[in-house]
């Protein structure tokens, strides 16, 4: 079946550091493929998403390439800012049961220290 | 923009309690969704809603039943509260089921703990 894994955290790194949070998936054809950012005490929120091979999703600095020869859409950000900290979930749209759902990695807890 | 409020932030409950938990959205979206949120486990769905009084189970419905009496509201039951059921509980409501590409707007998030 369909699923998405996600690397493990947390992931601790000092201001104005490079961020990789790295994320692959098991699924059939070509699906949306979403980055979900969860800030302390808040819901998730969407933080960018790409629809198709090769696209490029971007949003507030971090950036995220679809890459199906990989399978893979690696989060990144070239400087990160202490309020960047926050839980980073890679999901994938899966259709079963007649159903569009949202299946979700594990989560990577980044945290940055000054 | 599109608010998704789920009624506490936090819960205590006794074991063996029956529990509510209450989520509204108010951007008239056919589907809502019941997650638990468990450290290590990422997001499993427990059920969710396509329309009024419709539900569908998740990858983990025992023990949870469900409620939609209107479009905008379901609601989460815990009929005989357990302690394995301490957990945080997030809502989220999105546009439509049949396109895969529409976003999922999430509450911010339940924590309940059953004593």
């Known amino acids: 079946g369909d699923s998405v894994t996600q690397m493990e955290g947390p992931v601790t790194l000092s201001e104005e550091a490079f961020l990789t949070i790295n994320c692959t998936y098991t699924?059939?054809?070509?699906?949306?493929l979403f980055w979900y950012v969860q800030y302390p005490g808040e819901g998730l929120q969407l933080l960018l998403k790409?629809?198709?091979?090769?696209d490029k999703g971007s949003n507030k600095g971090f950036e995220a390439t679809y890459r199906k020869e990989t399978t893979s859409f690696h989060l990144e950000k070239g400087s990160v800012q202490v309020s960047d900290s926050a839980v980073y979930f890679c999901a994938l749209p899966s259709f079963s049961g007649g159903y569009n759902k949202l299946i979700f990695g594990a989560g990577t807890r980044l945290a940055v220290h000054p | 923009d599109v608010k998704v409020t789920q009624s506490s932030r936090y819960l205590v409950k006794r074991t063996g309690e029956k529990v509510f938990l209450e989520c509204v959205q108010d951007m008239d979206h056919e589907n809502m969704f019941w997650y638990r949120q468990d450290p290590g486990l990422g997001l499993r769905l427990i059920y969710f809603?396509?329309?009024?009084?419709?539900?569908e189970k998740g990858d983990i419905p025992e023990g949870y039943s469900v409620s939609r009496e209107k479009k905008e509201r379901f609601s989460l039951i815990l009929e005989s509260a357990s302690t394995n059921q301490t957990s945080m509980y997030l809502c989220a409501s999105s546009f439509t089921h049949r396109d895969p590409k529409n976003i999922q707007y999430f509450g911010a998030g339940t924590r309940l703990s059953v004593l």
């Open positions: 790409a629809t198709k091979a090769d």
């Open positions: 699924a059939t054809g070509y699906p949306s």
């Open positions: 809603s396509y329309d009024v009084k419709m539900k």
